[in-house]
Every structure is written in C-alpha cells, then in structure tokens.
C-alpha cells in the first residue's frame, strides 16, 4: 500500500529564512512524487514534480528514493509562502494513473 | 476557460439518507476524480472516471458510486449515509486518466447530523 507521511503539521519561519517541509513516502513500485499547494480562500492546486526537476515560485523538490523522501526546499521564505502544503504520490507503473495519494499537509506561516 | 466548479457549496444531512454531490469538469478535460478530506486529514482518493467509466476506486465502501456524463460533469453519490462521511468532497478535473495534473474544484462542505 501507498502512503504519504508529512510529519510536521505547523511549520513557522521568518521572512528570509530557509525552510524545508519534509515529506517521506513508502511505495514498492514507480511513484511519482507532487507538491500541492492550497493558499488562502483559493483552491488546491500543483505547485511541482519531482519528475520537471523545475524551480517553482523559489521551490525545489528532489526525489531521494534511497530515504524515501522529497522534501520541498526554499532558501529565502517569504510571506506569501504561507500556505497549507501537501505531498502527494502516484503510482507511475499502475492503471489507476488518478489515484494520487495525499499526506496529512503541513501549514507553513511565514511572518514578517 | 472555465474552472472546475462544484455544487452545492454546503449542505446538511441526517444519518441514513442519501445525498448527491455534483461537479462541472474544466474545459477539455475528460477525467474527473473525486476525494474526501476529513478535518485535518489530506484529501483521500475514492474513485476516477474516464469517459463515463469507472477507471480506477480507493478503499471506500460501495454505497460510495459516481457518473460521468457526456459531457464529462459527474456526481458522487452516497447512500446511507454515516456520521463519518462529513468531510469536504472535493472533484479534480485532468485532461486525460494518464495526465498528471490535476486541477481542484473548491468542494462540497457535508455535514453528516
């Protein structure tokens, strides 16, 4: 079975500070790895995957398969980061390609 | 373009009854999934439908069922309703079984009395 761990329900920085929200995974097969994002009164929505290796708004993603991990990195928060944060997975190899599966989501607030 | 939208925005039930919850897909997209978000939990996956046809379903019970029309909006329906079922449902709209992204819809609010 699939499963998203986000361990950190709260994450507080200050603006400029690095931030990091962990995110581990246990999948036996080929998964694919996504951050969402869902800001304030606005919808959920993709922020990246580990497959674009892209940087996003300043965030970056790697996929660690040796730890199970793919954190989601910023070297300078700001306060518009502040969001509810979700790592989600989805079995790349499988049939049910829309099956993504959602960790717990960690809140990040980032103060002035 | 037109967003995913879903309706209704809220609504109230009582135990034991039934309740259909609908959503408009985003233009072009023929793949509509759906999820539950239980408070403080994420959204967890309960079925997909591609081209009116059931493509893939999580762990949830079958009195949990859905279309897709034609048109590719859909309902979720659920039967019998259970005091565990208030969550927030929420419909995502891709533009095909095999895409990667999805895009959200803003859910339907049950509350489950």
């Known amino acids: 079975a699939q499963r998203v761990t986000q361990p950190e329900k709260l994450l507080s920085v200050f603006k400029g500070a690095p931030v990091e929200l962990k995110c581990n995974y246990s999948y036996s097969g080929s998964p694919e790895l996504f951050w969402y994002v869902q800001y304030s009164r606005q919808r959920l929505q993709l922020l990246l995957r580990h497959i674009s290796r892209e940087s996003i708004k300043g965030f970056t993603a790697d996929l660690n398969k040796g730890e199970t991990s793919f954190h989601l990195k910023k070297p300078f928060a700001q306060e518009e980061d502040s969001a509810m944060y979700y790592c989600?997975?989805?079995?790349?190899?499988?049939?049910?390609?829309?099956?993504?599966?959602f960790g717990q989501g960690t809140i990040l607030t980032v103060h002035p | 373009e037109t967003g995913v939208t879903q309706s209704p925005t809220h609504l109230i039930k009582t135990r034991g009854q039934q309740v259909t919850l609908r959503c408009s897909s985003q233009s072009g997209h023929n793949t509509v999934s759906w999820y539950q978000q239980a408070l403080g939990q994420g959204p967890q996956f309960i079925f997909q439908y591609y081209r009116e046809e059931e493509n893939g379903r999580g762990n949830f019970p079958p009195r949990f069922s859905g279309l897709q029309f034609p048109n590719y909006s859909s309902e979720l329906n659920v039967n019998a309703l259970e005091l565990d079922d208030s969550a927030l449902y929420l419909c995502?709209?891709?533009?095909?079984?095999?895409?990667?992204?999805?895009?959200f819809g803003p859910g339907t609010r049950l509350t489950v009395t």
């Open positions: 995502a709209s891709s533009s095909g079984r095999n895409s990667y992204e999805q895009y």
């Open positions: 989600a997975l989805r079995d790349a190899g499988g049939t049910s390609y829309g099956k993504l599966t």
